[in-house]
């Protein structure tokens, strides 16, 4: 009985490394106006996307100042913040985006150091 | 310290945002600095929260300002349970559109920082929610926590900074709390950019009693109350009550009121107490002093005033039956509503919470007439002084509300008598001692007027009985042998009766003596008179018997002369003196 649980979730997880390659990703960023900060976040974002999530990724870029309710809503505080609601767990990388392998980690594609 | 009316202005001119929370704007001198933020700060479970709340609802629900609560730690939902007990309906004032509920979560192990950032997040989502309620009034509770979420503090302290002039600019009035750090008010140093006005709660444990104190630290501008000052936390939210030393500005009035006792009432100048003073009865176990207080709140009752009776040894019940058995009822007056007895043992609080919640209950139940039985159970929960400065307080509180104050003392057995443990006396109008008088084997009361201020009152001793019908009062015997009581009073009274009666009998006795011989006397005087008048009769007849003799001798010389032809020279008949000469 054991050994075949065993078994099983390992198969599993090998299962789902190899489907991590072609999950899709959605991913929200957040941002407050048009000030640099906000361009670089998503000028990085997007490069980041390409680079490592070609072709399955779902990139919306939101300006709060625009909808407010949202902010609550999604629970925003800081500005920029990259919201990755799928897949899941969900995770929130905050700032200009420019430590491009903390957001490896944050969108897990890296694994935490 | 001094109670205005709504949005107050200091002499200085700062506006003030009224919190609506009982005391506090006492304290602080008509409210918090409206349009700024004000720190609110404490170590956990001291009560910020709910004082935060509070802020809000009181101002949506009395001052119609609308508020914002943002949380950092519990949910709108949380928030609304914990404070429905207060009588607080978030959801219905978040329905009306008095109160937005914004709740900040945040996790650390979701969040992932990539460089450069700020809370503009937060700005908005607080700009929004106070623009669509129209807000005028705005909690952080508890900000700190962000600290908790993000690492990096240099950001987050620019950001507070920004946020705090923001709130400024925005010309909201804020509170914004803050757990208390070692040695600073705060863990993160919020004073530093809450700098207008900064109250501390405080729960301090002292002698496994807990006592939730308030104090303003500071308050730029104006004037506050310096001191810590004890709240209370109860079914209708927080009540801060500065019962400090008002000082003697208080009305006297010159109306009496009855003891319950006719001849104590005697004894005090023939009318009683004077009502709003304040009495003591002091004296060692069993010797009256809570009958005399009850009879004092039955009085009351019957005048048709109202009593309020703090008992911090027995249950309502137990003082109900205990006193029926001398004839006072106090259930009718309980159930007419015209009084209250509030029995509690002194250690479930501290001393400046008793003081708080006497202070609330005398300010919603207003009886005219309050007793205290007894106060000396209080030094349980405090040192001496403590006591003593907390009753100076009540007694300025009562004193001010023309409230009349019996307080009964236990005084130790042995020690001196006229001496109260906490030198307390000093704040008496009145003072009775009520005292046992031991003599031949048994105890008797003996009640004394150790003092009673503006009467003239009696300096005699009298003793105290506890009747069926209630207390009387009787003079105790004072003989040769100094003052009786009890059964050798009532033996010294017989006993002076049975001489009387002997005395008596003796006069008797001698009087009836005195008439036998004043009868015998009178006897005497009778025989006497009786020879007297034998003797004067006797002397009338010799008279009578001479005159005839002397008639018939003249008769006989006339007829001599007749016979002899003498010659009668001079008139017919001879004269007296003529005849005198002849005999």
Known sequence: MEDTQIKYTQEEFEEAIAKSGEERYVLRLYITGITPKSTRAILNVKKICEENLKGRYELEVIDIYQQPVLAKDQQIIAAPTLIKKLPLPLRRIIGDMSDKERILVGLDLRPKK | ?583
């Open chain 2, 1 to 583: 310290m001094t109670k205005e009316k709504s949005n107050v202005k200091s002499m200085e001119g700062l506006p003030k945002c009224q919190t609506g929370i009982r005391g506090l704007d006492e304290i602080t001198d008509g409210g918090l600095p409206k349009g700024r933020p004000s720190l609110v700060c404490g170590s956990a479970g001291c009560g910020k929260t709910l004082l935060a709340m509070e802020f809000l609802v009181r101002g949506a629900i009395q001052y119609n300002e609308p508020g914002v609560f943002m949380s950092f730690e519990e949910s709108p939902k949380e928030l609304a349970q914990n404070v429905a007990s207060l009588g607080f309906d978030l959801n219905d004032l978040t329905a009306r559109k008095k109160m937005s509920l914004d709740h900040v979560r945040i996790e650390r192990s979701e969040i992932e920082e990539t460089g450069e950032y700020d809370l503009e997040g937060l700005f908005i989502r607080l700009n929004h929610s106070i623009d669509s309620i129209g807000a005028k009034r705005v909690v952080l509770d508890t900000i700190e926590s962000l600290y908790g979420g993000l690492a990096n503090e240099g950001i987050l302290r620019a950001e507070l900074r920004r946020l705090f002039r923001w709130l400024k600019e925005k010309g909201v009035t804020a509170v914004v709390t803050g757990e208390r750090g070692e040695g600073t008010l705060t863990r993160h140093g919020l004073e530093e950019y809450v700098s207008d006005c900064v109250i501390l709660l405080d729960n301090r444990v002292e002698g496994q009693i807990t006592t939730r104190r308030l104090r303003v630290v500071k308050y730029r501008g104006s004037l506050h109350g310096t001191n810590e000052y004890p709240f209370l936390i109860d079914e209708k939210g927080i009540s801060v009550l500065p019962i400090t030393s008002i000082g003697l500005q208080h009305d006297v009035s010159n109306e009496r009121i009855s003891s319950g006792i006719p001849r104590l009432d005697t004894m005090l100048g023939e009318k009683g107490y004077y009502r709003g003073s304040s009495i003591l009865i002091s004296g060692t176990a069993g010797t009256g002093k809570s009958s005399t207080a009850a009879s004092f709140a039955d009085a009351a009752c019957k005048r048709g005033e109202r009593c309020l009776y703090f008992a911090f040894e027995e249950a309502p019940n137990q003082i109900i039956r205990n006193m029926r058995s001398i004839g006072i009822d106090l259930e009718p007056w309980i159930k007419k509503g015209l009084l209250e007895i509030y029995a509690v043992r002194p250690t479930i609080y501290g001393l400046e919470m008793h003081l708080v919640k006497m202070a609330k209950l005398i300010d919603e139940f207003k009886p005219r007439v309050v007793i205290i039985d007894p106060i000396t159970n209080l030094i349980a929960i405090g040192s001496e002084t403590e006591v003593k400065s907390m009753l100076a307080r009540l007694i300025d509180f009562l004193k001010a509300k023309q409230i009349t104050a019996l307080f009964t003392n236990l005084s130790h057995a042995g020690g001196a008598l006229e001496q109260t443990e906490f030198g307390i006396s000093s704040l008496m109008d009145t003072w009775l001692l009520l005292r046992d008088i031991e003599i031949g084997g048994e105890r008797n009361r003996g009640l004394y007027i150790l003092k009673s201020r503006g009467m003239a009152h009696s300096n005699q001793i009298r003793e105290f009985l506890l009747t069926d019908n209630g207390i009387d009062l009787i003079d105790v015997y004072l003989g040769p042998s100094g003052v009786l009581t009890g059964s050798a009073r009532a033996a010294v009274e017989v006993q002076d009766k049975i001489s009387d009666l002997m005395r008596k009998e003796e006069i008797e006795l001698k009087k009836r003596e005195l008439e036998r011989q004043r009868k015998a006397i009178e006897g005497q005087i009778a025989v006497l008179r009786a020879e007297f008048e034998g003797k004067e009769e006797e002397e009338n007849m010799l008279t009578q018997k001479e005159k005839l003799q002397e008639e018939t001798d003249i008769e006989a010389r006339k007829e001599m002369a007749h016979i002899r032809k003498a010659d009668v020279s001079t008139g017919n008949e001879p004269t007296k003196k003529g005849r005198r000469n002849i005999k």
